[in-house]
């Protein structure tokens, strides 16, 4: 019997090859770790999109209630959070699967749709966690060509014809983040439907709607993709709690797809996912239409003045829709994501996106966006 002491182990060589060649997802560095590193408090993270207001009080009033039960399993079927997520989206039950966050989702989709032989299709610059998924469940990832960097209203943005190219009949999942996360580029109605037109029936369509809220209400050409799920059955679209409903912590995320997928899904997810607190804190959240509501007018109103600040300093953004701007900062991004750590500033550098001058920063607080650009400033000048 080997030993278990390490020495000669390789554990490498045993795990499934497209594990091995995975690198893992690079989050946002949290505000624990720069306080023990540096020994400095009050540091602002703009790093992770997160909702500078915080949950909802009637999620964290419903999570402090949930918490004496916390001995007891959650629902596996989480009847109450599933309930709600139909009415509020007029579907049956049966088209709504959750998750704990929309990536576990995205993982359910590889796991249920892709395997060694089969292919999967995202956009270059298009959110890491689809590369990730798509190749630990050993399918080939195919990287389509992103719009160009001077593309007049979508630079870096996802390329409809580029993704149609790369999709054949090995194809059976195509990640479509809208808008897409790190660029904060966004796909235009007319884009959509051509996608969901032509992209073959036998390719499952997942639509990663993240950023849904900060961005609906005020686009009138952005589509409204649930009501579509009537006339295609191959369309998954996700949702998540962790941006605009402010619980990334609790992770909860949901799909929206035909009921046939959504029984697959159902069937290669681990039963006690989301958590107990996750459904209850979900439940609660949804039904604060007026916490939505402020965080979304929070960021229509600082996205403009941010955007305009952080150009005033020289940096080139890339237009956004979302809780976030990314700039080219026309320097190494890390560096300066370096720097602004020592000003307790927590940013996001994107140089595993293939964007090593871009910086990704996320719309806080008033006075959060303020600290931001000063220490930017300073930064930059040096
Ligand atoms: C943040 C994000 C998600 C995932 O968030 P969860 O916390 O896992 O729900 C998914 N897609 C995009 C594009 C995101 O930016």
Known sequence: MAKADGGGFDAGALCAPGVRELKPYEPGKPISELERELGIADIVKVASNENPL?????????MAKALVSVSLYPDGNAYALKRALAQYHGLGIEHITVGSGSDHILELVARAFLMPGRSAVMSRYGFSIYAIVSRAAGAELRMAEARPPAHPTEPYGHDPTTLLQEIDETTRVAFIANPNNPTG??????????????????????????????????????????????SYDNLVVTRTFSKAYGLAGI???????????????NRVRLSFNPSSLGQEAAVAALADRDHLRKTVELNRRELPKLSAALSALGVQLIPSVCNFVTADVHRPAREVFRLLLHEGVITRPLDGYGLPTHLRITVGLPEQNRRLVKALARVLAQ
Not at 54 to 62: F, K, N, Q, T
Not at 251 to 265: E, K, N, Q, T, W
């Open 54 to 62: 915080g949950p909802s009080p009637r999620a964290i009033a419903a």
């Open 185 to 230: 580029t966004w796909l235009r109605k007319r884009d959509v439907e051509r996608l969901l037109e032509d992209i073959p029936k036998y390719t499952i369509v997942v639509l990663d709607e993240a950023y849904y809220d900060y961005v609906a209400p005020f686009e009138r050409d952005y589509e409204e993709t649930a009501k579509l799920l009537r």
């Open 251 to 265: 992770r909860v995320g949901y799909a929206l797809s035909h009921p046939g997928i959504a029984d697959l899904l």
